[in-house]
């Protein structure tokens, strides 16, 4: 489908005109031509605009198709350790000490805004999202 030579965009949006996703197989289409894409290499001003628009194809099925857990704090944490498939002593950098990882995973000690901002950077996220919608108190 692509050549070596980069397309302009109209021939981009001939080879693959983009729709609106409505099965797991026009997902799955619509993925491989992104991967095709992103395995080229260096992507010229057309293809980044193609991809762009694939992207928000993508996006716009994701966001009514695929539930997204509401997660915040501690909970968040423990998901995002289970999705790196970390161990707490992969975590002793932002808490100083294994024992204080434990402690803030069982409920016994609460985040603090430091242990929030390096969690933030650490999993490249906003700080905001490991804070509860009720609001918790910070150490």
């Not at 501690?74 to 992969?90: G, H, M, R, T």
């Not at 242990?115 to 108190?137: C, D, G, R, T």
């Amino acid at each position: 489908m692509f050549t070596t030579e980069p397309k302009p965009y109209l021939e981009l949006l001939q080879d693959f005109p983009p729709r609106p996703i409505k099965s797991e197989q026009d997902y799955w289409a619509l993925q491989a031509v992104i991967d095709r894409l992103l395995d080229a290499g260096e992507l010229t001003a057309d293809q980044r605009d193609y991809l762009n628009l694939l992207g928000l194809l993508i996006q716009e099925y994701d966001e009514q198709h695929v539930a997204m857990p509401d997660l915040a704090g501690v909970e968040l944490l423990k998901a995002l350790i289970e999705e790196f498939d970390l161990k707490q002593k992969d975590l002793v950098p932002i808490f100083k000490t294994e024992s204080i990882v434990s402690a803030v995973l069982n409920g016994h000690r609460r985040l603090t805004v430091e242990h929030i901002e390096k969690l933030a950077q650490f999993f490249s996220v906003s700080p905001s999202v490991f804070f509860n919608a009720k609001s918790q108190n910070l150490e």
